[in-house]
């Protein structure tokens, strides 16, 4: 069997459905960050263990419950609370037989939902997530958005793990991401401080994902016009506009979400000068 691990902040909108898509498991771990709302209730009246932490950044909160929080099993599958488990990747999961020794973690692929319910397939950053891991062989690095560092091989199974962004709606999604933009640009800052280097090769041939996505970033963010290169990479090269109205728009809060990152840097750099 798996474990589940689902992550909440003030989740009582999106943690019923979530909870109902794992309700096959009988080891689900909910990591709170002391909710004001009836998130815990929900959980508890789910059966789900309860585990809090105050949150302080994303690898650092991950790597702390990775490391001790009591699984059951030794597989673990991390979902988000505006996550659910298909019925596709229900039957993989339920029928799970880990693969040879040295592989530590399986991709799954995620679709992304707009807020008018219309699968994201060509708009999305990437298809494919580290979800389904050893929690002893796993480890998360940066601040936000954080790159998955397994300890070991990582292969792939089928089925699809659905994501609603917008299921709180664009205020919210707003919100989030500004505060993203704010840690992002402290990231970025740590690594402008340190001379950080990333290399392009890496970041182009590298046959770990994690990896080829860690020096991706670093390189990004050295380049001139990010908005528009991101704009143009969603809606574009992605083919995002096959997605109609919503691809093409959510390629456009893309491109404002990397403008924010940039104006937050250099309103660190002013404080800093």
């Known amino acids: 069997m798996i474990s589940v691990l689902i992550l909440t902040k003030n989740e009582e909108q999106d943690l019923p459905s979530c909870l109902k898509s794992v309700s096959w ?22 059966g789900a263990t309860i585990t809090q932490r105050k949150f302080d950044n994303w690898s650092a909160h991950q790597n702390w419950g990775l490391a001790n929080i009591p699984f059951k099993h030794q597989w673990v599958l991390y979902i988000d609370a505006d996550e659910r488990v298909s019925e596709q990747l229900k039957e993989v999961l339920l029928t799970f037989v880990p693969g040879a020794d040295e592989v530590v973690a399986y991709e799954i692929q995620r679709r992304d939902f707009a807020w008018n319910g219309r699968w994201l397939k060509h708009a999305q950053m990437s298809p494919f997530y580290l979800r389904l891991f050893r929690p002893d062989k796993m480890q998360y690095k940066r601040l936000v958005n954080p790159v998955s560092i397994p300890d070991g091989k990582v292969a792939r199974i089928g089925g699809f793990l659905d994501h609603f962004p917008f299921s709180k709606g664009f205020r919210f999604w707003w919100q989030r991401h500004l505060g993203y933009a704010d840690m992002e640009a402290a990231m970025r800052m740590v690594d402008m401080n340190a001379g ?43 083919r995002g506009f096959l997605d109609g109205h919503a691809g093409v728009t959510y390629a456009v809060l893309q491109a404002i979400y990397e403008y924010f990152i940039i104006l937050k840097t250099k309103e660190l750099q002013t404080s800093q000068s």
């Not at 009988?26 to 709302?37: L, R």
């Not at 390189?219 to 290169?229: A, C, S």
């Open 196 to 238: 950080t280097s990333f290399s392009l090769q890496k970041a182009a041939f590298s046959k770990d994902f994690s990896e080829r996505r860690y020096h991706q970033k670093g390189i990004f963010y050295k380049l001139p016009g990010r908005p528009l290169i991101k704009w143009f990479y969603l809606a574009i090269w992605r």
């Open 25 to 46: 498991c009988d080891d689900i771990h909910v990591f709170d960050s002391f909710s004001e709302d009836k998130t815990v209730e929900i959980a508890q009246a789910a």
